[in-house]
C-alpha cells in the first residue's frame, strides 16, 4: 500500500500533482476556500490541456495535520517557504517524508534548518497554470528528478508521471536555476508564453553564460552550449505554458526573482564576479511585479 500524500500549497503545480497522485494514493490538498469550494464542487480538480478531466481529490480549507506515514509535499512559492514551514512543523513525526520542490538556491537548506530534520529536494518540469478556482492548465508532462527513495519515485511512477532518481540533484537544481533564470524573468516582462522565448537566443546566452560561471565558482561544472539547448529545450517542452513568474505578476503577487535572478547575483558577488545581465532582469521584474500589485 502506498503512502498517502499530502500537498501544502494548492497553486498550479501543487493541484497537478495532487490530481495525479490521487489515481494511486490517497491525497489531502490543503487549498485556499474558493479553490477548495470549487474543486468540491465540481467532484475534483478540472484539469486542462494535456490529460484533460476531473480529478477526485480530496482537499482541506481548514490547517489540518498529514496523515501518519505521509509524503509530504511542500509546493508553496519559494518566497512562502519558511513560514510555511514553521506552520507545518509541530504536525511531523519521524514517520513523515517531507519532499521540497520549489525553483531556486538554498531551498533544502532552508528547509532542513527550519524543520530541523533531513528533506528530499526533488526538482520538477512538470509545466502548469491556475486558470480559475477548481482549474488548473496542465501545459507540460515534464519530467522529475528525486534523490535516492524509492517510495516517492514509485508514487510518481504509479500515477503515470516520468520520474528519474538521480545521484548528483545538485546539477539538476543548478540546470533548472540556468532554465528558470531565463524563461522566467523574460516572460514575466514580455508577457509572452514560454515558446516564443525561443526568439531570444542571444539574450538566453547571455544569461546562460553568467549562470555557468557562478556554478563553476560553486563547484559545479556546466558546459554553456549544453545548457543552452536545455533551456531551448524546456521553452519547446513548456512552449503553451505561462511560466510561474508571468503568472505571479499577473496575479499582482511576489515573485521568486530574488531566489532565482537574485541569488545568480548575490553568488556571483561573494566570488568577487559580476552578473549584469541577471541583476539588469532582477531589477526590471522587481519594478513590474511593485508597479502591478
Ligand atoms: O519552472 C518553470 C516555471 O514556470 O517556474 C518552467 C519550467 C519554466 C515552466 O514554466
Known amino acids: ?15 497537478l500533482l495532487g490530481a495525479l ?29 494535456t490529460r484533460p478531466g476531473v480529478y477526485p ?3 482541506d480549507d481548514q490547517p489540518r495535520p498529514p496523515a501518519p506515514g505521509a509524503v509530504v509535499l511542500v509546493t508553496v512559492k519559494a518566497f512562502d517557504l519558511e513560514e510555511a514551514l514553521r506552520e507545518l512543523a509541530p ?11 520549489q525553483n531556486g538556491l538554498g531551498i533544502r537548506h532552508l528547509a532542513a534548518r527550519v524543520l530541523g530534520r533531513p528533506v528530499i529536494r526533488a526538482v520538477t518540469f512538470m509545466a502548469a497554470a491556475y486558470e480559475a478556482p477548481g482549474h488548473v492548465a496542465f501545459n507540460a508532462m515534464g519530467k522529475t ?3 535516492a527513495n524509492g517510495e516517492v519515485l514509485d508514487l510518481w511512477r504509479q500515477s503515470g508521471m516520468p520520474a528519474e532518481q538521480v545521484d548528483d540533484i545538485e546539477t539538476y537544481i543548478w540546470r533548472k536555476l540556468a532554465i528558470n533564470a531565463v ?3 523574460l516572460s514575466a516582462l514580455l508577457g509572452v508564453c514560454n515558446g516564443e522565448l525561443l526568439q531570444l537566443r542571444p539574450v538566453a546566452r547571455g544569461l546562460v553564460e553568467e549562470v555557468v560561471q557562478v556554478a563553476r565558482q560553486e563547484g559545479q561544472i556546466l558546459d554553456v552550449e549544453e545548457t543552452l539547448a ?11 505554458n505561462t511560466s510561474s513568474m508571468l503568472q505571479d505578476v499577473q496575479a499582482g503577487r511576489q515573485t521568486e526573482i530574488e531566489w532565482i535572478s537574485g541569488a545568480v547575483v548575490r553568488l556571483a ?3 568577487g564576479l559580476q552578473a549584469p545581465r541577471n541583476q539588469m532582469l532582477r531589477e526590471l521584474v522587481r519594478f513590474t511585479a511593485e508597479a502591478a500589485s
Open 183 to 185: 524563461i522566467n524573468p
Open 57 to 59: 481529490l480530496e482537499v
Open 21 to 49: 497522485l490521487s489515481s494511486c494514493t490517497r491525497v489531502q490538498l490543503q487549498a485556499r476556500s474558493a479553490h477548495a469550494r470549487a474543486i468540491r464542487r465540481q467532484g475534483g480538480l478540472r484539469l486542462s490541456a
Open 269 to 271: 558577488a561573494a566570488h
Open 145 to 147: 528528478y528525486l534523490p
Open 91 to 101: 504536525w511531523l513525526d519521524p514517520s513523515h517524508l517531507v519532499v521540497v520542490l
Open 230 to 240: 536545455k533551456v531551448e529545450a524546456s521553452m519547446q517542452q513548456t512552449s503553451r
Open 1 to 15: 500500500m502506498s503512502r498517502p500524500v499530502y500537498i501544502l500549497g494548492a497553486g498550479a503545480l501543487g493541484s
